[in-house]
């Protein structure tokens, strides 16, 4: 009985965006997780671009958290990176794009069955049942923008680099000296401030390369190579 009622309940939520022409279950191409219940994943840069926002799918065994969902998504998905600060979502990078609490915005979080039934909701505590959606939009709360129509996350979509970039960064968080390795990757590691701008540059070059943090102030950080993107945080 539970299977079969799974089984409409997918098939409804199937209809629905198929009636209404919105983002479903059928579209998500980056799953995540196991078990029987699923619960989709969208993140809304809200950054004007042709496609700010993405969506990937998550599978567990009963409720589960949207903290849980969110870490085990980021655990998957090498171009997608996200901060916690002090239990609450800070900062998400996705290829191009990256929303950094504070520079100049922050991330509300959402919940519906759908983007288009979406309601603010408590945070990454937020418990998921089967077949509910959690949003992340990046917004300036004036009023809090809901997320967006989003598209399907892969490997390949909005990113703009073709093969995956080997892009290590530790200790996190970092204190007095941060290693970057790009592996056989040559270029140059561009740091920025949450404000955008340029703290630090390390010429062309491959492998492990360091960066002297001591004297920087203690927040959040983006490193670039090529055209992706990771935060680091120093301390």
């Known amino acids: 009985m539970k299977n079969t009622s799974r089984a409409l309940s997918i098939c409804g939520l199937l209809s629905a965006a198929a009636t209404y022409g919105q983002f479903g279950l059928s579209d998500v191409q980056f799953w995540v997780g196991s078990g029987p219940d699923s619960s989709v994943l969208v993140v809304d840069f809200q950054d004007g671009s042709s496609a700010p926002a993405y969506a990937w799918g998550f599978l567990h065994n009963g409720s589960a958290t949207a903290e849980e969902m969110l870490i085990a998504v980021a655990a998957a998905d090498t171009d997608l990176e996200m901060e916690f600060v002090s239990g609450f979502l800070n900062s998400i990078t996705y290829g191009m794009h990256a929303g950094i609490g504070g520079s100049p915005n922050y991330w509300s979080t959402w919940t519906g069955t759908s983007t288009t039934t979406m309601g603010s909701n408590l945070g990454a505590s937020e418990v998921l ?56 990757e040559q270029g140059p590691i561009i740091v920025f401030d949450i404000t955008g701008k340029r703290v630090a540059i390390l010429p062309f070059g491959s492998g492990v390369r360091s960066i002297d943090v001591s004297a920087w102030p203690a927040g959040s950080y983006v490193a670039q190579v090529g055209s992706v993107k990771r935060v680091i945080v120093v301390q």
């Open 129 to 184: 049942s089967n077949g509910e959606w959690f949003a992340c939009s990046y917004t300036d709360f004036d009023p809090a923008l809901p997320p967006t129509e989003p598209v399907a996350a892969s490997s390949a979509t909005g990113i703009a680099v073709v093969q995956p970039i080997f892009f290590q960064i530790y200790p996190q968080p970092a204190a007095d000296v941060l290693y970057v390795n790009t592996g056989n």
